[in-house]
């Protein structure tokens, strides 16, 4: 899969997120921080906060689900949104008690 066509979504931000995207970048990733479509670049690896991704999809999404609060309406809302994001290819990154939770509320 070509870096352009991958987008990393999260939750919200934190010492996890920074330290992936700053990995990315050592590795030289061209990586772009999604803020709107009219500075969306296609060539670049992306990255976004779910909320700022919403009604947008991607061909292939990675979601990393960073916020392991209770399992409130806006935090399924959430995972809901990033999962529906991904048109062709979808890959969840999450804490195994997350995922728990998540199985269980489901």
């Given at each position: 899969?070509?870096?352009?066509?991958?987008?990393?979504?999260?939750?919200?931000?934190d010492?996890?997120?920074?330290n992936l995207i700053n990995s990315l970048i050592n590795?030289?990733?061209?990586?772009?921080?999604?803020?709107?479509?009219?500075?969306?670049?296609?060539?670049?690896?992306?990255y976004?906060?779910?909320?700022?991704?919403?009604g947008l999809?991607?061909?292939?999404?990675i979601l990393i689900i960073n916020n392991r609060s209770e399992l409130s309406a806006q935090y399924l809302s959430d995972i809901y949104i990033g999962m529906t994001r991904a048109r062709i290819n979808l890959m969840v990154l999450c804490h195994e008690e997350c995922m728990n939770n998540l199985l269980f509320k489901l």
């Open positions: 899969v070509s870096e352009h066509k991958v987008v990393i979504l999260y939750q919200q931000m010492y996890f997120i920074k590795k030289k990733y061209n990586i772009f921080k999604f803020i709107s479509l009219n500075k969306c670049n296609e060539s670049y690896l992306t976004s906060s779910v909320a700022n991704f919403r999809e991607a061909d292939h999404v």
